[in-house]
C-alpha cells in the first residue's frame, strides 16, 4: 500500500458521514474565518477614527495682541471642526464630563478661559504656557486614550506653529521696522557728519582769522608803544623847555636851532604816527571783519547756548577794545599832527623869538601841556593794544579748542555712521512675502521626508502577515481534532514507519495547504491587499502550513492529548514573540531567545518578505528555518511511530480524551 492510499482512506473517513463532513468543512474554515474576519475587522481602523466620538469643550474667553482682539480657542474649534479627525462634539464642560463616565465620549478635549491670554503671554513680563487639557477613560477604550494623546500632540503641534508663525512674524516685522529706522539713521548720521565737517572748516577758518588778529594786535602794541615813548620823549623835552623858557631871549639863536630840529622830529614823529594810525585803522577794519565772521562761525556751530554765548562775549570784548583803541591812536595821530604843524610855525618863529619872548615862554607852556596829553593818550593806547593782544590770543585758543572738538566730533559721527552701517547690513532686507515665507519656516523648520524600502498599504495589510501565520497553526490544530496522527492499523500491519508517518502528515498537510489557498484568496480578492510576489507567497505559506502540521503531529504522536493540549500552549507562546504587532526587539531577553527559534517568527517575516517586495534572500532564510523545523518534527515523529511497531505501552491502549 502506497502514501496515497493511506491518505485516500484518512480522507474518506473524514468524510464518511453527514456530520463528517460538516466537522471537516467548519474545521476548514476556522483558519479562513479566523484571517479573514480579524483583517477585515482591523482592514483600516486610523481611517475610520472619524467615527469616534469626542468632547470639545472650549471656554476660552479671549484676548488682545498688537490691539487687536484675538480668540484661539475659536479658531481652533473652527481647525479642528473643518478638519474632521475624529468625531468632535461642541458641549458644555459638565456634559463633556457626565458623557465620558457614562461612554458617550471616549474622551474629551478642553481649551480653558484663558487659553488665548497664555499664548499672547510671551509679549509681555509673565509669559506662561497655554493649556491644552486631555479627560481620558480607559473604561471606555484603552486604545481610544491612546489615540487621544495622538490627538491632543497634533493640536498641541498644529497651535505652536500657528501661534510660532504669527509671532516670528511679527519678530520680522518689527525687524523690517528697525532696518527702515536704521536706514533713516545712516542718512541722519550722514548728514551729522557733513555738518560736523562744515562747522570743523568754520572753526579753522575763525582760528586763522584770529591767528592773523593777534598778530595785528602784536603789530599795534609794538607801534603803540613806540609812539608812547617818543611821546614822553617829546614830553621831557618841551617840560624843559619850558623850565629853560626863562633864558629864551639869551638863548634864542640857540632855540631857533633847536627849534629847526624839534621841528623836523616832530615831522618825522608825525609821519612814523600817521603810518601807525594807519596801520591800526587797518588792524581794527580786519578786527571787525573778522568779528562779524566770528559770529556768523559760532552762531553756525554745533556747540551748546552757553557755549555760543562765551564766545560771543569773549568777541564783542575784543572788539570793543580794538575800537576804542584806534580811536585812541587816531587822536593821538591828530594830536602828533598838529604838534608838528606847531613845531614848523616854532621853527619859523623863533626868529622872532628874541622880540616875543614872554609870547613865546606862554607857547612852551602850551606845548609841554599837549606834549603831557600826548604821552598820556599814547599810554593809553599801549595799554588797550596790550588788552587787544591778551583778548585776540584768548580767542586764537578758544577758536583751536573748538576746531580741535569739531574734529574729535566729526570723528566720532563718522564712527557711529560705521557702525549703523555694519548694523545695518545684518539686518536681512525682506519683503512682506519673504518675512511671511521665514516666519512659515521659523514655525516649522523641520520636514519629515519619508521614504519606504517596502509599505503595506495600510493597517490590515500590515497585520495580515502575522494572523496569516497564526490561522495556519490555528488551522493545522484544529484539524487535528478530527484527524488522526497515525493509522494505528496500518502502524500494526504495515510495519513501515516512514510510510505512515509521511501518510500522517500529509493528510492536515494537504487540507492546510487548502486552507492557505483560500485564506490568500480572501487576503487578495476579499480583501484587496497588494501581494508583491503571489506565487511566492502561496508557496511559503504551504510551506509554513505543512511544517505548523509537522510539528504538531509530532506533539501528538509523542504525547497524544498532551501533545494537542501543549500545541496550544506553543501557540499562545508563538503569539507573543512572533513579533506581528510591536517590533521583537521590544521583547524581553529570553523571550527575544525564543523569537529567533520558534517557526512562527520566521512565517511571519518571510510572508512580510514575500508580501510587500522585501529581500528575498531573507525570505529563503526564513523558509529553509522552517523546512528544518518541518525535517525535524518529521523525525521525531518517525521516531515515534517506530516506537509503535515494535511495543505498545498501555497509555497507547487508552482511548485518547482529544480526537
Do not use: C
Request: hydrophobic share 45%; proline share 3%; glycine share 10%.
Amino acid at each position: 500500500m502506497k502514501i496515497y492510499h493511506l491518505v485516500a482512506s484518512e480522507l474518506k473517513r473524514l468524510t464518511a458521514t453527514s456530520m463528517a463532513k460538516l466537522a471537516l468543512v467548519a474545521l476548514m474554515a476556522v483558519p479562513i474565518l479566523y484571517a479573514g474576519l480579524y483583517l477585515w475587522a482591523n482592514n483600516d481602523p486610523y481611517g475610520n477614527l472619524k467615527d469616534i466620538p469626542v468632547a470639545l469643550v472650549v471656554q476660552d474667553t479671549g484676548s488682545t495682541l498688537d490691539g487687536k482682539p484675538v480668540n484661539y480657542g475659536q479658531q481652533v474649534q473652527e481647525q479642528l471642526l473643518k478638519d474632521g479627525a475624529v468625531g468632535w462634539q461642541v458641549t458644555s464642560a459638565e456634559d463633556a464630563a457626565t458623557g465620558v463616565r457614562d461612554g458617550e465620549f471616549d474622551f474629551i478635549l478642553t481649551l480653558g478661559p484663558d487659553f488665548s491670554n497664555a499664548l499672547t503671554s510671551a509679549s509681555g513680563n509673565a509669559p506662561k504656557q497655554a493649556v491644552v487639557q486631555l479627560t481620558t477613560n480607559d473604561t471606555n477604550s484603552f486604545l481610544a486614550t491612546t489615540i487621544a494623546g495622538q490627538v491632543a500632540e497634533k493640536v498641541r503641534v498644529s497651535i505652536t506653529e500657528q501661534v510660532g508663525k504669527e509671532a516670528a512674524l511679527q519678530l520680522l516685522n518689527g525687524f523690517a521696522e528697525v532696518r527702515t529706522n536704521l536706514t533713516d539713521a545712516v542718512d541722519g548720521a550722514g548728514q551729522l557728519a557733513d555738518g560736523a565737517g562744515s562747522a570743523l572748516t568754520g572753526a579753522q577758518s575763525l582760528q586763522t582769522g584770529a591767528q592773523a588778529l593777534t598778530t595785528g594786535a602784536h603789530t599795534l602794541a609794538t607801534g603803540a608803544s613806540s609812539a608812547n615813548d617818543g611821546a614822553q620823549q617829546l614830553n621831557s623835552g618841551l617840560q624843559q623847555l619850558a623850565a629853560g623858557s626863562a633864558d629864551l631871549p639869551a638863548q634864542a639863536a640857540a632855540l631857533n636851532d633847536g627849534a629847526q630840529k624839534v621841528a623836523a622830529g616832530n615831522a618825522s614823529l608825525s609821519t612814523q604816527a600817521s603810518q601807525i594810525a594807519t596801520t591800526v585803522q587797518d588792524a581794527t577794519n580786519q578786527a571787525s571783519a573778522l568779528h562779524a565772521q566770528i559770529v556768523a562761525q559760532i552762531n553756525s556751530s554745533a556747540l551748546t547756548d552757553a557755549q555760543k554765548a562765551q564766545l560771543l562775549s569773549l568777541a564783542d570784548q575784543v572788539d570793543t577794545a580794538v575800537v576804542d583803541g584806534n580811536t585812541k591812536v587816531q587822536n593821538a595821530t591828530v594830536q602828533i599832527g598838529t604838534l608838528a604843524a606847531g613845531s614848523a610855525e616854532l621853527a619859523a618863529g623863533t626868529q622872532k623869538l628874541a622880540d616875543s619872548a614872554p609870547a613865546l615862554s606862554n607857547g612852551i607852556a602850551s606845548a609841554a601841556s599837549g606834549a603831557s596829553q600826548l604821552a598820556d593818550g599814547t599810554a593809553q593806547l599801549a595799554e588797550g593794544s596790550a588788552q587787544l593782544v591778551s583778548g585776540a590770543q584768548q580767542l586764537t585758543d578758544g577758536s583751536g579748542q573748538l576746531a580741535t572738538g569739531l574734529g574729535t566730533l566729526d570723528t566720532g559721527i563718522g564712527t557711529l555712521k560705521d557702525g549703523l552701517s555694519s548694523g545695518l547690513d545684518e539686518i536681512p532686507n525682506q519683503t512682506a512675502d519673504q518675512r511671511e515665507a521665514a516666519a512659515s519656516t521659523i514655525s516649522d523648520p523641520v520636514a519629515v521626508d519619508s521614504s519606504a524600502v517596502t509599505k503595506a498599504s495600510n493597517y490590515g495589510a500590515g497585520m495580515a502577515p502575522f494572523f496569516i501565520s497564526l490561522a495556519a497553526w490555528i488551522g493545522i490544530y484544529a484539524l487535528f481534532l478530527i484527524v488522526k496522527p497515525l493509522s494505528r492499523r496500518a502502524v500494526t500491519a504495515f510495519k513501515k514507519p516512514a510510510l505512515v508517518t509521511t501518510a500522517g502528515w500529509a493528510t492536515p498537510a494537504v487540507l492546510g495547504g487548502i486552507q492557505m489557498a483560500a485564506v490568500f484568496a480572501v487576503v487578495t480578492l476579499a480583501l484587496g491587499y497588494q501581494v508583491q510576489h503571489g506565487w511566492g507567497m502561496i508557496g511559503f505559506m504551504v510551506l509554513t502550513s505543512a511544517t505548523f502540521a509537522a510539528i504538531i503531529l509530532a506533539l501528538n504522536i509523542l504525547l497524544g492529548s498532551v501533545g494537542q493540549f501543549l500545541g496550544l500552549v506553543l501557540m499562545v507562546l508563538q503569539l507573543v514573540t512572533a513579533g506581528g504587532t510591536f517590533p521583537w526587539q521590544t521583547l524581553p531577553g529570553p523571550l527575544q531567545v525564543l523569537h529567533t527559534v520558534l517557526p512562527m517568527s520566521h512565517a511571519v517575516d518571510g510572508i512580510r518578505q514575500l508580501m510587500y517586495g522585501g529581500n528575498l534572500d531573507l525570505a529563503a532564510g526564513d523558509a529553509a528555518a522552517l523546512f528544518y523545523w518541518l525535517l525535524g518534527a518529521l523525525a521525531i515523529s518517525y521516531l515515534g511511530a517506530r516506537r509503535l511497531t515494535r511495543h505498545r505501552t498501555l497509555r497507547d491502549l487508552r482511548p485518547s480524551l482529544i480526537g
